[in-house]
């Protein structure tokens, strides 16, 4: 196929495994984020892409050829990485035509593709600057615009947001999200955040100890989350786990009638707190009975936490759909059945 293929690929170091048998195909201009926490393997999978690591087994192949022993430097990839390894002692513009030079691009040329990059992460005008008169931002789409100086087949970038405040972050992954958008070119940015990964991606990779656990669109991994680990690390979740029995699950504090349910044996359920419907009363189908121990009002929303049964579950709501309970008051807590994800473990 067409694109970049991961065919079973895997990472050992002596007797640990980095990254287990990973299988990923990946269409040509996808915004792919690897997302975990730290030391699930995120780097050493894009390490193996960029060509700085060889896998222990497997390929990596692009556009149906097999790059796995390609080095890197052939391979025609842009790299932004945590450092942004900005040469100090040259300007703006020698940064980012420092590949071209070496690539033995003419003198016109590189002076003509820095501005036309420069216009492109929206710096223009400061190619003579020195790269300490200039702001963290800035440097970062410096970095960004020296990455994509030979027009590279495809874009990685190792956490290249993760030195920038919070306000400056959200506007940079807006921003590199409108550039990937409009270059088209498939980008692979790795991310502990998951609030970053669902503002870029269209494919969400979550990974956890070494192992992909699920490769979907950010919307999907949060209203469809594989496993519990997925359920638990995108947004907030109600993870319930309970016995089945005649077609509906036993957890503590009442019994959920629920579709997908295996025939037997226990299941665990993710439900979101904005699923769920807060009642003053605990009667009614697929309603759980518990008491209101907290409520905060954040403005935007209002978040309520209630004890099931000795567990606590959270409940969100809109200013308008506001819940008329206070704390220490019995509640039910309904849970619709579509929004009930039953996880794979
Ligand atoms: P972070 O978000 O902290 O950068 P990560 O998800 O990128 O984490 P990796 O850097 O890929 O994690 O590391 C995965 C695991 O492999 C970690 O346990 C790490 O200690 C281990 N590891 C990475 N490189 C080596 C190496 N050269 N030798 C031995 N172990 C390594």
Do not use: W
């Given at each position: 196929?067409?694109?970049?293929?991961?065919?079973?690929?895997?990472?050992?170091?002596?007797?640990?495994?980095?990254?287990?048998?990973?299988?990923?195909?990946?269409?040509?201009?996808?915004?792919?984020?690897?997302?975990?926490?730290?030391?699930?393997?995120?780097?050493?999978?894009?390490?193996?892409?960029?060509?700085?690591?060889?896998?222990?087994?497997?390929?990596?192949?692009?556009?149906?050829?097999?790059?796995?022993?390609?080095?890197?430097?052939?391979?025609?990839?842009?790299?932004?990485?945590?450092?942004?390894?900005?040469?100090?002692?040259?300007?703006?513009?020698?940064?980012?035509?420092?590949?071209?030079?070496?690539?033995?691009?003419?003198?016109?040329?590189?002076?003509?593709?820095?501005?036309?990059?420069?216009?492109?992460?929206?710096?223009?005008?400061?190619?003579?600057?020195?790269?300490?008169?200039?702001?963290?931002?800035?440097?970062?789409?410096?970095?960004?615009?020296?990455?994509?100086?030979?027009?590279?087949?495809?874009?990685?970038?190792?956490?290249?947001?993760?030195?920038?405040?919070?306000?400056?972050?959200?506007?940079?992954?807006?921003?590199?999200?409108?550039?990937?958008?409009?270059?088209?070119?498939?980008?692979?940015?790795?991310?502990?955040d998951q609030r970053e990964a669902m503002t870029?991606?269209?494919?969400?990779?979550?990974?956890?100890?070494?192992?992909?656990?699920?490769?979907?669109?950010?919307?999907?991994?949060?209203?469809?989350?594989?496993?519990?680990?997925?359920?638990?690390?995108?947004?907030?979740?109600?993870?319930?786990?309970?016995?089945?029995?005649?077609?509906?699950?036993?957890?503590?504090?009442?019994?959920?009638?629920?579709?997908?349910?295996?025939?037997?044996?226990?299941?665990?359920?993710?439900?979101?707190?904005?699923?769920?419907?807060?009642?003053?009363?605990?009667?009614?189908?697929?309603?759980?009975?518990?008491?209101?121990?907290?409520?905060?009002?954040?403005?935007?929303?209002?978040?309520?936490?209630?004890?099931?049964?000795?567990?606590?579950?959270?409940?969100?709501?809109?200013?308008?759909?506001?819940?008329?309970?206070?704390?220490?008051?019995?509640?039910?807590?309904?849970?619709?059945?579509?929004?009930?994800?039953?996880?794979?473990?």
């Amino acid at each position: 196929m067409s694109g970049l293929v991961l065919d079973g690929l895997v990472k050992r170091y002596g007797s640990f495994t980095a990254l287990q048998r990973t299988e990923l195909s990946i269409p040509h201009g996808q915004f792919v984020c690897l997302l975990g926490p730290s030391g699930c393997g995120k780097t050493t999978l894009l390490r193996m892409v960029a060509g700085l690591d060889n896998p222990t087994e497997g390929r990596i192949l692009l556009d149906g050829a097999d790059i796995t022993q390609t080095p890197a430097h052939q391979r025609n990839f842009g790299m932004v990485f945590q450092s942004l390894a900005l040469f100090p002692h040259l300007t703006v513009g020698e940064n980012i035509a420092y590949p071209l030079r070496i690539r033995g691009v003419s003198k016109a040329d590189q002076g003509r593709e820095v501005e036309r990059l420069l216009a492109l992460v929206r710096l223009p005008g400061v190619a003579d600057r020195a790269v300490s008169q200039i702001s963290g931002g800035q440097r970062q789409r410096v970095a960004i615009a020296r990455a994509l100086a030979l027009s590279p087949k495809l874009f990685l970038l190792d956490e290249p947001l993760s030195a920038l405040d919070a306000k400056l972050r959200e506007q940079m992954q807006i921003e590199l999200k409108l550039l990937q958008e409009r270059l088209g070119i498939t980008t692979i940015v790795v991310t502990h955040d998951q609030r970053e990964a669902m503002t870029m991606a269209d494919l969400v990779v979550v990974m956890s100890q070494g192992r992909v656990r699920q490769a979907a669109s950010p919307i999907e991994v949060y209203r469809r989350p594989a496993d519990s680990f997925v359920a638990d690390f995108i947004g907030m979740t109600n993870l319930l786990r309970g016995r089945i029995a005649a077609g509906a699950l036993a957890v503590d504090g009442g019994t959920l009638a629920l579709p997908g349910l295996p025939p037997a044996g226990e299941a665990t359920i993710s439900v979101r707190p904005e699923e769920l419907r807060v009642h003053r009363d605990a009667a009614g189908p697929n309603r759980l009975a518990g008491t209101v121990s907290f409520v905060r009002d954040l403005g935007s929303h209002v978040e309520l936490r209630i004890d099931v049964a000795g567990r606590e579950m959270i409940a969100v709501a809109t200013p308008q759909d506001r819940p008329d309970v206070q704390p220490g008051q019995p509640v039910g807590v309904e849970l619709p059945p579509a929004s009930c994800v039953v996880l794979e473990s």
